[in-house]
């Protein structure tokens, strides 16, 4: 008679290794503590029902200090107390270290029930952090030669598999919640009274209720950005007390204490949970079902199967191996998959590709090209999680000129460590680049291969990069200028976006804009070779200048219609908006309309009037003529001069020395158009214009194209002698003045006097220029 399955090993909970609340607590005050001090920018992206209903976390390792804080940022959360798996070097000894890493729960690797203690523990409602590749990996390298997973392990010297150990561990987990609601079934209310108490739950209905949850890992990803290896005071800190420290830790206080000190983003992302019951086959529930009656305590699940057992056993627990094997795979794809591609990682990958074709250096602007084009498609992916500065036009949006923060910092760091040199605008990919570097240098020595292996995993990315690297040299000015408005509209949503949080409801909730705030690219099907730019005015949006827009573009204009930065969002957008940034606006739409078409005309309606005059002062290419309607120089309102610097000066010094956002931030403002202007106008906006327009009157006499200015006789903004001081300074020849009788300010929008077919009549003569001027 073959022998029982069964292990008869009792659930134990030895004091030492209770979890304490008061350590847990205070470990969590000074985890919030230290965010604030130190410069790492943590941020945890999730949906809901991952840190409710997720049993096992699973995390990439590449810093030590970095185990630390998923635990912190679930109990912040969700309130729930984590176990975390830690070496057991850390609990060699009886000493303080050792105590306090028990008390906030933390299990060493070694733990001789390691698997059944967590899993009880999940059954009383805590949470198991687990980082499966058992070590750092510092070159980020989780790719072997023939497609698979594996890692380098310091301790074996070789390149392995990933742990099982997680997958082993729900498998486990979800057997015996299996067992316990076989045994509800069967109506063994002994049995679940011990395991009850065994695990020390209050009742048996609390019992029942953890075994009906769902078995669940939840994959996350470890993302830092940007790395650095300048020298930082930690490191020397260390080392001015200890000259001894041994290269490994050096490197890693080089690295972590950059992550630390610098500004360095962690992104933390958790993916979409995994239920470890699809793993089951109809086979499994069916050997699980015959084996649960023998199952007395959750170690009997994972007891040693001898040729003795039945042939169910050996078979259920080949089984299990084999289902471990492939939830394994599974996890560890999601782990990477959640990874946070930036900037340096495209750079890399770009440079790796560049190299396997032969390539060791490229034109700059190429190269910028390159780039700019994988951040495009890399966009249109949606398997891709991008950094949020590869989602914000504003900071990769002028790749193309080589002028990027982020580009900036991963070519000195590149150049910083001889892999990249900047010679006669050509990179240069230096010899360093292919060089091999051991597990404890490849941080400090070679940090684009590092960038290059994070996002190997990805397999999209590498096609991202073939497609860029393809195509960059044949792309047209059109499908550039194509992209770039796609940036306007990703502008558009992400200020929206990130100016629609609960802070900011109260002020949006009084807004009465209802009209599309963002900005439109009109091109007709047989297009004029003149192209118009309409900027709309201060508080509005392009929604001012879209019917004119549509107007135009019927009659063969491409038109584009940008919005200033601040506008068409939020109030609190405008609030910390310059006039330059404005003007960035209109460049980036002439840019665009360049492209184009042959020849521009500006046409700005007020606050829009006064940047297409400071953008005509510029003396870009291609620009046929302007159009100014309403500019302030002057306006009706004296306080402009006067109480608003004054107020604004108030706001600095209040925000400066108090978390209050100023005496008055912002001020009510009934406008002719509420469904498309602000209600609620920022007072730093009022000064921002009051500063544009010194600037404007001081640049008037560079302009030297065909101007058309339009005022109203009595307009109650700006002062009507405006279109005189603009006349008067203005460099052109080819100029004219249309009065049109009326109060009103906002003409062009209700085309009063006829503003439009004025404006019309204008381009057509712009337009018979262009088209009879030589080639």
């Known amino acids: 008679m073959s022998q ?12 030492e290794t209770e979890i304490s609340s008061s350590a847990y607590n205070w470990s969590i005050r000074l985890f919030s503590l230290l965010e604030k001090m130190l410069s790492i920018n943590i941020k945890m992206h999730h949906n809901e029902g991952q840190l409710e209903h997720g049993e096992i976390f699973l995390f990439n390792h590449f810093a030590r200090f970095e185990t630390f804080i998923p635990q912190s940022l679930i109990y912040r959360e969700t309130g729930a107390y984590s176990r975390s798996i830690a070496s057991s070097e850390f609990f060699s000894g009886d000493d303080m270290f050792s105590d306090y890493l028990l008390s906030v729960g933390a299990v060493p690797h070694n733990h001789t029930r390691l698997i059944p203690y967590l899993a009880g523990e999940i059954l009383r409602g805590r949470k198991v952090i687990i980082f499966p590749e058992g070590g750092m990996v510092k070159d980020r390298r989780v790719i072997d030669t023939k497609g698979g997973f594996s890692i380098y392990s310091r301790s074996a010297m070789e390149r392995r598999k990933h742990h099982t150990g997680a997958a082993l561990l729900s498998l486990t987990l979800d057997i015996f919640k299996q067992t316990i609601l076989q045994a509800q079934k069967r109506g063994d209310d002994s049995q679940l009274e011990k395991w009850a108490a065994d695990l020390k739950l209050d009742d048996v209905e609390s019992l029942l209720s953890a075994a009906a949850r769902p078995s669940t890992i939840v994959p996350a990803n470890i993302t830092f950005y940007p790395m650095r290896v300048d020298e930082n005071v930690l490191r020397r800190g260390v080392e001015l007390f200890n000259r001894g420290i041994s290269r490994r830790l050096s490197e890693e206080l080089l690295i972590e204490g950059n992550i ?8 933390i992302r958790l993916g979409n949970l995994i239920h470890t019951h699809k793993y089951w086959g109809w086979l499994d529930h069916h050997l699980i079902a015959r084996a649960a009656l023998r199952f007395n305590t959750i170690d009997d699940v994972l007891a040693p199967v001898t040729p003795g057992h039945r042939l169910t056993g050996r078979l259920r627990a080949k089984r299990i191996k084999y289902k471990a094997l492939a939830l394994r795979d599974d996890y560890m794809h999601a782990v990477y998959a ?41 966009q249109q992916e949606s398997s891709v999680i991008l950094h949020r500065s590869l989602e914000n036009p504003e900071a990769y949006g002028n790749l193309l000129t080589g002028e990027c923060k982020g580009l900036d910092q991963f070519i000195h760091t590149a150049s910083n460590l001889g892999l990249i040199k900047l010679e006669d605008n050509i990179y240069q990919f230096l010899p360093k680049l292919c060089e091999e570097y ?14 290059a292996n994070e996002v190997a995993t990805i397999s999209c990315i590498a096609t991202v990069i073939r497609k860029t690297i393809a195509e960059a040299a044949e792309i047209t000015e059109q499908q550039l200028a194509m992209f770039h408005f796609d940036d306007e509209i990703a502008s558009y949503r992400w200020d929206k976006s990130h100016h629609s949080k609960p802070r900011h409801r109260e002020l949006n909730d009084k807004e009465t804009a209802t009209q599309d705030g963002a900005p439109f690219l009109l091109l007709p099907d047989n297009p004029k070779s003149l192209g118009i730019i309409l900027v709309h005015g201060f508080l509005a949006s392009p929604a001012e200048v879209r ?15 940008p919005r200033l930065k601040g506008h068409g969002t939020s109030p609190w957008d405008l609030r910390k908006r310059t006039w330059e940034d404005w003007l960035a606006s209109v460049q980036h739409a002439y840019q665009i309309m360049a492209r184009l078409t042959d020849q521009v005309c500006l046409v700005g309606f007020s606050t829009g009037g006064a940047l297409a005059l400071q953008l005509a002062a510029e003396q870009p290419s291609q620009l046929a003529g302007i159009v100014a309607i309403s500019v302030p120089i002057k306006f009706q309102d004296s306080n402009m ?14 925000r400066w020395i108090s978390s209050y956002e100023g005496v008055m931030p912002f001020h009510a403002h009934e406008s002719e158009h509420p469904d498309i202007n602000y209600f609620s106008m920022p007072v730093h906006g009022l000064f921002e214009l009051g500063q544009m327009v010194g600037k404007v009157k001081s640049n008037l006499g560079n302009i030297h194209c065909p101007a058309f200015l339009i005022q109203g006789t009595d307009d109650t903004v700006v002062k009507p002698d405006s279109v005189q001081i603009i006349y008067d300074n203005i460099g052109s020849h080819d100029k004219n003045i249309l009065m049109v009788d009326t109060e009103r300010h ?8 006829e503003t439009q077919d004025e404006v019309i009549r204008f381009l057509a003569k712009l337009e018979a220029n262009v088209d009879s001027s030589p080639e």
């Open 4 to 15: 029982p399955e069964t292990l008869s090993v009792p659930i134990d909970y030895e004091p």
């Open 746 to 753: 906002g003409i062009l929008y209700e085309d009063i006097g």
């Open 338 to 378: 959640q990874s946070t591609v930036n900037l340096s990682h495209l750079a890399s990958k770009i440079i790796y590709e560049l190299l396997e074709h032969g390539l060791t250096d490229i034109d700059s602007a190429l190269f910028h090209r390159m780039l700019y084009l994988a951040v495009k498609h890399a």
């Open 547 to 561: 019917t004119f827009g549509e107007k135009l573009a019927a009659m063969g204009y491409p038109v584009i219609g």
């Open 641 to 654: 001069s006067f109480v608003i610097p004054v107020i604004h000066g108030a706001n600095k010094l209040v």
């Open 438 to 451: 051991g597990f404890d240098d490849i941080r400090t020595e070679n940090l684009v291969a590092v960038y």
């Open 260 to 267: 630390l000190l610098k500004h360095t983003d962690m992104d």
